[in-house]
């Protein structure tokens, strides 16, 4: 679980009766290979998406539903099912809730969808219909489509708990997100570093075309490392190649790990980038996470954004490279190196 940005933990304790956490399902321990959501026995349940992932515990796209299906079942009767109707695996299964439903989505005819939405240079700016007929106005310094899909779900569940609108309206208005996601390390010699945790092929290509839209005049460099599970296998190796398709650049190191990976089940970044050169996006691979380092410094501009990705520690080349440019900036700025009795240097203006 990420930490919130405004709390700087994973996790708030409130004053209200009511007890929100996560949905997980990845296994639960290793005497328990079940999905932990199966234990939380939920009295409402936002379903925001339905994809094959973490293949070193589920076979396939069957096995992962039949859990999903589980979770559904759990909820009781007089409890709310708030499903994300633009996918198309939830709206297969929500004729088994033996709960209400509520349908939210940025397309077709959900219960509550969106029918304005602006952005500026602070927020995206939002018009809220419920049943078709307007509901209110939002504004939030987030963006991106599964931003504002997560949000629109929120916003139902805030109106089943009769939450005031004014409150929520304040609390989207300054929710700064979760750190790791979409997350501004800084910004020095005109070139912009974000941080994100995606790894799965849908949340990569929904965070390179939401960081494209939001700075669309900039040139964006996706950087990637392959860390997790699924990644580092071959499963995703032809879904990869479709989801940077609004990058200009893209980065991608070996995999870590590798000898974890059966060999006939391990992805290639090599392949990757060869897919990804020959549907016209420049591409480079490099071998270690340092090789990548300098060749991000030798292809760094003025005017870049650049979007590291992965579910790990990157070996710390988020901020690294952000360091980098913060020194440059400095050492433009006519600070100069002093070196001290203790033999420790630091630059001084």
């Known amino acids: 679980m990420k930490k919130q940005v405004n709390f700087q933990q994973n996790f708030k304790s409130g ?186 092929p849908t949340a990569v290509s929904e965070t390179v075309l939401a960081v494209k839209e939001r700075f669309p005049g900039r040139r964006l460099v996706a950087v990637f490392e392959p860390r997790s599970n699924s990644s580092r296998r071959n499963v995703f190796q032809e879904r990869y190649a479709d989801s940077f398709g609004a990058a200009d650049l893209v980065m991608i190191p070996e995999p870590p790990l590798m000898h974890k990976v059966p060999p006939d089940e391990r992805f290639s970044s090599i392949r990757l980038i060869r897919d990804l050169q020959e549907k016209g996006i420049t591409a480079f691979y490099f071998k270690t996470t340092d090789a990548l380092l300098n060749g991000l410094l030798n292809h760094a501009q003025s005017g870049d954004v650049t979007l590291f990705m992965s579910n790990g520690g990157f070996d710390n080349l988020p901020r690294r490279f952000e360091a980098n440019q913060s020194l440059k900036e400095k050492e433009r700025k006519g600070w100069r190196w002093t070196t001290k009795n203790t033999g420790t240097e630091k630059l001084k203006p």
């Open 15 to 200: 004053r209200g009766p009511y007890f929100v956490v996560e949905g997980d399902e990845y296994d639960t321990a290793f005497f328990d290979k079940g999905p932990k959501f199966l234990h939380y026995r939920p009295w409402v349940v936002i379903l925001t998406s339905i994809e094959f992932d973490h293949a070193d515990i589920y076979c396939d796209l069957d096995h992962v539903l039949a859990s999903f299906r589980k979770l559904i079942d759990l909820i009781p009767e007089k409890g709310l099912l708030i499903a994300n109707s633009d996918d198309p695996r939830i709206a297969n299964e929500l004729g088994r809730a033996k709960c209400p439903v509520q349908t939210y989505g940025l397309s077709g005819q959900p219960i509550w969808g969106i029918t304005e939405i602006s952005f500026d240079d602070q927020y995206t700016r939002l018009r809220i219909s419920r049943e078709g007929r307007d509901f209110f106005s939002l504004k939030t310094p987030l963006y991106g489509r599964h931003n504002i899909s997560n949000l629109l779900s929120a916003v139902a569940l805030a109106d089943f708990l009769s939450l005031p609108k004014d409150a929520l309206s304040e609390a989207v208005a300054s929710f700064k997100g979760v750190k790791r996601r979409q997350e501004v390390l800084g910004e020095n010699r005109g070139i912009l570093v974000i941080d994100d945790f995606a790894h799965h």
